[in-house]
């Protein structure tokens, strides 16, 4: 959702305000916690002039908590359009387990905005992105792929996908180790944005890359 938009530092929770957000006896408040989940992963996209509604402030996203809440737990926001854990991408900007808990917890207990503005965190600066320009090095696969030599992937980037297509896409290694590349869910071409490697998957000669749906088009972006 936040791919080539350039946002300022967040404010992470620490010391005092880390420790209250893990007491299961403090109450999760919008000022303190949830404000920076919002300002960190949703506000690029909900904030006056962004492409959906505005979550900026507490009077805009108190009355829509509870559709917050679903969102979050079907994992349809942030839209990043792959199941975690499945994979491990340096661009992931899909919430953490921590993340929905406190959101859950928030909307389950009142959506309690806090008594104390000073720990408020300052609403994020965004600078005008710059339009998503395909890799050079790339491969496009539909299907199975058979590598017919030695590649170093640097990641993948859905090129064409069936509307709400789910896709699982391995690497079978000629020594039968299977590598867990990739796993869309319910993937929307609109999302347009590649799954980057936080570590770059050394593809064998003889390596098949598997579940690509035919009627889909994967583009494999290389290392050079």
Avoid at 54 to 64: E, H, T
Avoid at 99 to 114: D, F, N, Y
Avoid at 177 to 187: A, Q, R
Wanted: hydrophobic share 40%; aromatic share 8%.
């Amino acid at each position: 959702m936040r791919y080539g938009v350039a946002a300022v530092a967040v404010l992470t929770l620490v010391s005092s305000i880390g420790l209250d957000a893990h007491d299961p006896n403090a109450t999760i408040t919008w000022n303190r916690e949830i404000s920076r989940i919002v300002f960190e992963r949703c506000a690029s996209c909900h904030r006056p002039g962004g492409t959906s509604f505005s979550l900026l402030i507490y009077q805009d996203a108190q009355p829509r908590a509870a559709a917050i809440k679903e969102s979050v737990l079907s994992r349809r926001m942030p839209p990043w359009g792959a199941v975690q854990g499945f994979g491990s991408f340096r661009n992931d900007q899909g919430l953490m387990q921590e993340q929905i808990s406190l959101i859950t917890s928030w909307v389950e207990s009142g959506t309690a905005r806090g008594n104390n503005p000073n720990v408020l965190p300052p609403q994020p600066v965004f600078e005008q992105s710059a339009p998503f320009a395909t890799p050079q090095n790339t491969i496009a696969v539909s299907g199975d792929f058979t590598a017919r030599r030695n590649l170093v992937l640097d990641g993948l980037l859905p090129d064409r996908v069936p509307s709400g297509a789910s896709a699982q896409i391995v690497a079978a290694l000629p020594n039968r180790v299977v590598e867990p590349l990739l796993w869309l869910y319910e993937y929307r071409n609109s999302y347009r944005h590649p799954f980057l490697f936080r570590k770059a998957v050394t593809i064998p000669a003889g390596t098949v890359i598997r579940g690509i749906p035919p009627n889909a088009r994967i583009l494999l972006i290389t290392q050079q």
